[in-house]
Protein backbone atom coordinates (compact mmCIF):
# COMPACT_ATOMS: atom_id res chain seq x y z
CA UNK A 1 0.00 0.00 0.00
CA UNK A 2 1.31 3.53 -1.03
CA UNK A 3 2.09 6.04 1.65
CA UNK A 4 -0.30 8.88 2.18
CA UNK A 5 0.12 12.10 0.49
CA UNK A 6 1.81 14.36 2.99
CA UNK A 7 3.00 17.07 0.64
CA UNK A 8 1.49 21.20 1.25
CA UNK A 9 -1.34 20.33 -1.19
CA UNK A 10 -2.26 16.81 0.42
CA UNK A 11 -5.75 16.06 0.73
CA UNK A 12 -6.87 16.68 4.62
CA UNK A 13 -5.69 19.01 7.13
CA UNK A 14 -2.23 20.97 7.77
CA UNK A 15 -0.87 22.29 10.46
CA UNK A 16 2.36 25.28 9.88
CA UNK A 17 3.47 27.78 12.24
CA UNK A 18 3.61 31.29 12.03
CA UNK A 19 5.53 33.54 14.20
CA UNK A 20 4.82 30.75 17.34
CA UNK A 21 1.31 30.34 16.44
CA UNK A 22 -0.44 27.03 14.88
CA UNK A 23 -2.07 27.99 11.71
CA UNK A 24 -4.11 25.44 9.93
CA UNK A 25 -5.55 25.15 7.02
CA UNK A 26 -7.73 22.36 4.84
CA UNK A 27 -7.00 21.38 1.35
CA UNK A 28 -10.08 20.08 -0.89
CA UNK A 29 -10.19 19.42 -4.45
CA UNK A 30 -8.25 19.43 -7.80
CA UNK A 31 -7.09 21.86 -10.15
CA UNK A 32 -5.25 25.19 -10.36
CA UNK A 33 -5.00 26.73 -6.31
CA UNK A 34 -7.35 29.18 -5.25
CA UNK A 35 -7.12 29.97 -1.59
CA UNK A 36 -10.64 31.09 0.48
CA UNK A 37 -10.46 33.07 3.53
CA UNK A 38 -13.46 32.74 5.72
CA UNK A 39 -15.79 35.13 7.62
CA UNK A 40 -16.58 36.94 11.05
CA UNK A 41 -14.21 36.93 11.66
CA UNK A 42 -14.82 34.34 14.67
CA UNK A 43 -16.42 32.06 12.36
CA UNK A 44 -15.57 28.53 11.73
CA UNK A 45 -14.55 27.92 8.20
CA UNK A 46 -16.70 25.24 7.70
CA UNK A 47 -19.34 27.02 6.64
CA UNK A 48 -17.04 28.10 3.33
CA UNK A 49 -16.89 24.43 1.94
CA UNK A 50 -17.89 24.48 -1.80
CA UNK A 51 -18.22 20.66 -2.83
CA UNK A 52 -18.92 22.15 -6.84
CA UNK A 53 -16.28 24.45 -6.91
CA UNK A 54 -13.62 21.28 -5.30
CA UNK A 55 -14.60 19.63 -9.00
CA UNK A 56 -12.73 23.00 -10.60
CA UNK A 57 -9.80 23.79 -8.27
CA UNK A 58 -7.41 22.81 -5.22
CA UNK A 59 -9.22 24.76 -2.55
CA UNK A 60 -6.95 25.62 0.28
CA UNK A 61 -9.51 26.57 3.25
CA UNK A 62 -7.33 28.54 5.85
CA UNK A 63 -8.45 28.64 9.39
CA UNK A 64 -7.62 31.59 10.62
CA UNK A 65 -6.20 32.58 13.67
CA UNK A 66 -8.08 32.78 16.70
CA UNK A 67 -10.81 30.26 15.76
CA UNK A 68 -11.08 26.20 15.68
CA UNK A 69 -7.62 24.71 15.91
CA UNK A 70 -5.87 27.10 15.20
CA UNK A 71 -3.58 29.56 17.22
CA UNK A 72 -4.48 32.49 19.95
CA UNK A 73 -2.67 35.53 20.55
CA UNK A 74 -1.68 36.62 23.92
CA UNK A 75 -4.11 39.36 23.15
CA UNK A 76 -7.18 37.24 22.48
CA UNK A 77 -9.87 38.19 21.67
CA UNK A 78 -7.74 41.94 20.60
CA UNK A 79 -5.74 41.99 17.90
CA UNK A 80 -6.73 40.14 15.27
CA UNK A 81 -6.48 42.84 12.39
CA UNK A 82 -6.10 42.60 8.72
CA UNK A 83 -2.41 43.10 8.63
CA UNK A 84 -2.15 39.77 10.89
CA UNK A 85 -4.63 38.23 8.64
CA UNK A 86 -2.85 39.05 5.50
CA UNK A 87 1.02 37.76 7.39
CA UNK A 88 -0.96 34.55 8.45
CA UNK A 89 -2.09 34.39 4.43
CA UNK A 90 1.24 34.73 3.48
CA UNK A 91 2.96 32.28 5.19
CA UNK A 92 0.19 29.77 4.07
CA UNK A 93 1.46 30.99 0.23
CA UNK A 94 4.29 30.58 0.66
CA UNK A 95 4.38 27.06 2.35
CA UNK A 96 1.54 25.51 -0.65
CA UNK A 97 5.22 26.05 -3.06
CA UNK A 98 3.13 27.40 -6.19
CA UNK A 99 4.17 30.40 -8.07
CA UNK A 100 0.97 31.93 -7.69
CA UNK A 101 -2.41 31.77 -6.24
CA UNK A 102 -6.34 32.87 -6.51
CA UNK A 103 -7.54 34.37 -3.17
CA UNK A 104 -10.78 33.96 -2.14
CA UNK A 105 -12.40 36.15 0.73
CA UNK A 106 -15.74 35.47 1.79
CA UNK A 107 -17.55 38.34 3.89
CA UNK A 108 -15.26 39.31 6.24
CA UNK A 109 -12.83 37.31 4.33
CA UNK A 110 -12.82 39.58 1.27
CA UNK A 111 -11.71 42.38 3.59
CA UNK A 112 -8.84 40.31 4.16
CA UNK A 113 -8.42 39.55 0.46
CA UNK A 114 -8.36 42.87 -0.19
CA UNK A 115 -6.24 44.60 1.85
CA UNK A 116 -3.39 41.52 1.09
CA UNK A 117 -3.97 42.26 -2.69
CA UNK A 118 -2.91 45.53 -1.91
CA UNK A 119 0.02 44.90 0.32
CA UNK A 120 1.18 41.56 -0.93
CA UNK A 121 0.07 41.32 -4.47
CA UNK A 122 3.32 39.28 -5.44
CA UNK A 123 1.96 35.40 -5.56
CA UNK A 124 -1.53 36.54 -6.05
CA UNK A 125 -2.46 35.88 -9.50
CA UNK A 126 -6.67 37.34 -8.93
CA UNK A 127 -8.89 38.04 -6.51
CA UNK A 128 -12.54 37.00 -5.87
CA UNK A 129 -14.33 39.10 -3.62
CA UNK A 130 -17.51 37.91 -2.23
CA UNK A 131 -19.94 39.17 -0.48
CA UNK A 132 -17.55 42.25 0.45
CA UNK A 133 -17.33 45.70 1.17
CA UNK A 134 -14.49 48.58 0.80
CA UNK A 135 -15.87 49.87 4.05
CA UNK A 136 -16.69 49.21 7.51
CA UNK A 137 -17.85 51.38 10.70
CA UNK A 138 -20.95 53.52 10.79
CA UNK A 139 -21.71 53.77 7.07
CA UNK A 140 -21.63 49.98 6.47
CA UNK A 141 -23.68 49.39 9.63
CA UNK A 142 -26.52 52.02 8.46
CA UNK A 143 -27.00 50.47 5.54
CA UNK A 144 -27.10 46.66 7.00
CA UNK A 145 -29.91 47.88 9.28
CA UNK A 146 -31.89 48.87 6.76
CA UNK A 147 -31.54 46.12 4.75
CA UNK A 148 -32.27 44.18 7.59
CA UNK A 149 -35.34 46.46 7.74
CA UNK A 150 -36.57 45.20 4.89
CA UNK A 151 -36.28 41.91 5.35
CA UNK A 152 -38.34 42.01 8.17
CA UNK A 153 -41.02 43.64 6.26
CA UNK A 154 -40.86 41.17 3.97
CA UNK A 155 -41.26 38.58 6.70
CA UNK A 156 -43.70 40.58 8.33
CA UNK A 157 -45.90 37.91 10.65
CA UNK A 158 -43.82 35.01 10.16
CA UNK A 159 -43.57 33.72 14.02
CA UNK A 160 -39.62 33.20 14.07
CA UNK A 161 -38.86 36.97 12.85
CA UNK A 162 -39.03 38.38 16.41
CA UNK A 163 -35.80 35.84 17.23
CA UNK A 164 -34.06 36.73 14.22
CA UNK A 165 -34.39 40.51 14.78
CA UNK A 166 -33.95 39.68 18.60
CA UNK A 167 -30.19 38.47 17.38
CA UNK A 168 -29.48 41.30 15.76
CA UNK A 169 -30.25 43.71 18.63
CA UNK A 170 -27.39 41.53 20.63
CA UNK A 171 -24.80 41.60 18.10
CA UNK A 172 -23.27 44.89 19.57
CA UNK A 173 -22.89 42.85 23.29
CA UNK A 174 -21.57 40.01 22.29
CA UNK A 175 -18.36 38.50 24.45
CA UNK A 176 -18.39 35.37 24.86
CA UNK A 177 -17.92 32.74 22.21
CA UNK A 178 -20.99 31.26 23.54
CA UNK A 179 -22.42 34.48 22.88
CA UNK A 180 -21.33 34.42 19.14
CA UNK A 181 -23.30 30.91 18.44
CA UNK A 182 -26.08 32.43 19.73
CA UNK A 183 -25.73 35.27 17.59
CA UNK A 184 -24.49 33.86 14.73
CA UNK A 185 -27.81 31.13 14.13
CA UNK A 186 -30.43 33.80 15.42
CA UNK A 187 -29.34 36.12 12.72
CA UNK A 188 -28.73 33.35 9.94
CA UNK A 189 -32.69 33.07 8.58
CA UNK A 190 -31.84 36.63 7.02
CA UNK A 191 -28.21 36.04 5.71
CA UNK A 192 -30.53 33.61 2.76
CA UNK A 193 -32.61 34.96 0.09
CA UNK A 194 -35.47 32.02 1.52
CA UNK A 195 -34.18 30.77 4.55
CA UNK A 196 -37.72 29.89 5.31
CA UNK A 197 -38.70 28.20 2.08
CA UNK A 198 -35.58 26.01 1.93
CA UNK A 199 -35.20 25.62 5.42
CA UNK A 200 -34.89 21.53 5.33
CA UNK A 201 -31.62 22.51 3.11
CA UNK A 202 -30.05 24.87 5.34
CA UNK A 203 -31.45 24.28 9.10
CA UNK A 204 -27.97 21.95 9.27
CA UNK A 205 -25.94 24.34 9.35
CA UNK A 206 -27.88 27.11 11.19
CA UNK A 207 -28.03 24.23 14.31
CA UNK A 208 -24.12 23.58 13.32
CA UNK A 209 -22.15 26.17 12.57
CA UNK A 210 -20.13 27.93 15.13
CA UNK A 211 -17.63 30.58 16.20
CA UNK A 212 -15.73 32.12 18.64
CA UNK A 213 -15.03 36.05 20.24
CA UNK A 214 -12.97 38.56 18.09
CA UNK A 215 -13.15 42.07 19.48
CA UNK A 216 -12.46 43.70 16.11
CA UNK A 217 -10.55 45.73 18.07
CA UNK A 218 -6.50 45.44 17.61
CA UNK A 219 -4.00 45.24 20.57
CA UNK A 220 -4.25 48.62 22.22
CA UNK A 221 -7.77 47.76 21.75
CA UNK A 222 -8.36 50.68 19.15
CA UNK A 223 -11.67 49.48 16.44
CA UNK A 224 -10.04 48.01 12.99
CA UNK A 225 -11.88 49.70 10.92
CA UNK A 226 -11.79 49.87 7.03
CA UNK A 227 -11.94 52.34 4.08
CA UNK A 228 -10.19 50.56 0.77
CA UNK A 229 -11.88 53.62 -1.03
CA UNK A 230 -8.63 55.63 -1.76
CA UNK A 231 -6.81 52.52 -2.44
CA UNK A 232 -8.49 50.12 -4.24
CA UNK A 233 -7.70 51.70 -7.52
CA UNK A 234 -4.26 50.88 -7.68
CA UNK A 235 -5.25 47.38 -7.71
CA UNK A 236 -4.08 45.45 -11.18
CA UNK A 237 -4.65 41.83 -9.95
CA UNK A 238 -8.07 40.36 -12.18
CA UNK A 239 -10.81 40.60 -9.88
CA UNK A 240 -14.31 39.13 -9.73
CA UNK A 241 -16.84 40.43 -7.16
CA UNK A 242 -19.92 37.84 -6.56
CA UNK A 243 -22.60 39.49 -4.60
CA UNK A 244 -26.39 37.75 -3.17
CA UNK A 245 -29.05 40.13 -4.40
CA UNK A 246 -30.54 39.45 -1.15
CA UNK A 247 -27.43 39.65 1.43
CA UNK A 248 -28.38 41.79 4.19
CA UNK A 249 -24.87 42.62 5.32
CA UNK A 250 -22.56 43.28 2.38
CA UNK A 251 -25.45 43.82 -0.16
CA UNK A 252 -24.99 45.49 -3.89
CA UNK A 253 -24.53 48.67 -3.24
CA UNK A 254 -21.35 47.49 -1.70
CA UNK A 255 -20.02 45.10 -4.61
CA UNK A 256 -21.05 47.41 -7.66
CA UNK A 257 -19.02 50.00 -5.79
CA UNK A 258 -15.78 47.72 -5.17
CA UNK A 259 -16.45 47.18 -9.32
CA UNK A 260 -15.82 51.14 -9.91
CA UNK A 261 -12.87 51.53 -8.01
CA UNK A 262 -11.02 48.27 -8.85
CA UNK A 263 -9.79 49.24 -12.46
CA UNK A 264 -11.04 45.83 -14.71
CA UNK A 265 -13.12 44.40 -11.97
CA UNK A 266 -16.08 41.58 -13.08
CA UNK A 267 -19.39 41.83 -10.96
CA UNK A 268 -22.16 38.63 -10.49
CA UNK A 269 -24.95 39.31 -9.00
CA UNK A 270 -26.37 36.02 -7.64
CA UNK A 271 -30.08 36.79 -8.11
CA UNK A 272 -31.44 34.08 -5.91
CA UNK A 273 -29.26 34.38 -3.49
CA UNK A 274 -28.22 35.98 0.15
CA UNK A 275 -24.78 36.31 1.63
CA UNK A 276 -24.50 32.45 1.16
CA UNK A 277 -24.56 32.16 -2.72
CA UNK A 278 -22.01 29.00 -2.70
CA UNK A 279 -24.85 27.24 -0.89
CA UNK A 280 -27.85 29.10 -2.42
CA UNK A 281 -27.00 28.27 -5.79
CA UNK A 282 -24.02 26.61 -6.33
CA UNK A 283 -23.56 25.79 -9.80
CA UNK A 284 -23.98 28.84 -10.81
CA UNK A 285 -21.52 30.64 -8.07
CA UNK A 286 -19.20 27.48 -8.67
CA UNK A 287 -19.33 28.06 -12.47
CA UNK A 288 -18.74 31.67 -12.52
CA UNK A 289 -15.62 31.44 -10.02
CA UNK A 290 -14.03 28.31 -11.85
CA UNK A 291 -14.17 30.33 -15.30
CA UNK A 292 -12.45 33.43 -13.67
CA UNK A 293 -9.38 30.86 -12.34
CA UNK A 294 -8.91 29.04 -15.24
CA UNK A 295 -9.62 31.58 -17.77
CA UNK A 296 -12.11 29.39 -19.46
Not at 54 to 66: D, F, I, K, N, S
Not at 169 to 185: H, K
Not at 194 to 216: C, H, N, Q
Request: with cysteine.
Amino acid sequence: MNAPATGPLAAGTHTITVNGLDQRYHVHGTGPVCVAHSGGPGIAWEYLRMPELERHLTMVYVEPVGTGDSGRLATHPHGYTRELYSRHLDAVIDHLGVPAVHLLGHSHGGFVAQYHALHRPGRIAGIVLYDSAPVTGPEHGAEAMLKVEEFAGLHAGHPALPEVLNAFQSVSSMASDEDVVAVIRGILPAYFADYWGRESEFAPLRDSVTGWYISGLDADLSPDLIDDRATLGSLTLPALVVVGRHDVICGVRWSEELQKLIPGAELLILEDSGHFGHLEQPSEFAGAVAAFVTGN
